[in-house]
């Protein structure tokens, strides 16, 4: 039997960015490097596809944007090394997604009116940001 897959959406035009288990983001690395990076639809899973001319190195941190409208998923009104997209549970409950755009920073918190939880052996750095 397969794990279900949350939907994962963009907060600007609202597509969903996700095919089966990886979210699809159009990023921007160092000297303007332009590409596309998949990151697992399972919350605490860092695993990271990305294409060969996406060069990065750990500590650097990347821009991230929806690959549909082009729009940047920075999430600067909480921190500008978090990024921000939604995810739709089975029942279409809406949640926030926030997660570390610095390569190498395990940290993803979901967000909802009821709920908050916290991934990543790096999710205290920004949590003062987050219940602040």
């Known amino acids: 039997m397969d794990e279900t897959v949350n939907d994962f959406i963009c907060p600007k035009c609202r597509s969903v960015l996700n095919i089966e288990h990886n979210i699809i983001f159009s990023v921007q690395a160092r000297n303007d490097q332009n590409g596309l990076i998949l990151l697992s639809t399972k919350i605490g899973d860092y695993t990271v596809k990305n294409q060969?001319?996406?060069?990065?190195?750990?500590?650097e941190k990347?821009?991230?944007?929806c690959p549909i409208c082009r729009e940047s998923l920075s999430a600067t009104d909480v921190n500008e090394n978090l990024a921000r997209v939604i995810m739709l549970d089975e029942e279409k409950n809406e949640y926030q997604i926030?997660?570390?755009i610095v390569a190498g920073?395990?940290?993803t918190y979901m967000i909802s009116n009821e709920n908050f939880q916290s991934f990543?052996?790096?999710s205290?750095?920004?949590?003062?940001?987050?219940?602040?």
């Open 124 to 132: 205290v750095i920004y949590m003062n940001d987050i219940k602040g």
């Open 120 to 122: 990543g052996d790096d």
């Open 98 to 100: 926030l997660f570390s």
């Open 62 to 65: 990347l821009e991230f944007f």
């Open 105 to 107: 920073e395990y940290c």
């Open 52 to 59: 060969d001319n996406i060069v990065f190195d750990k500590g």
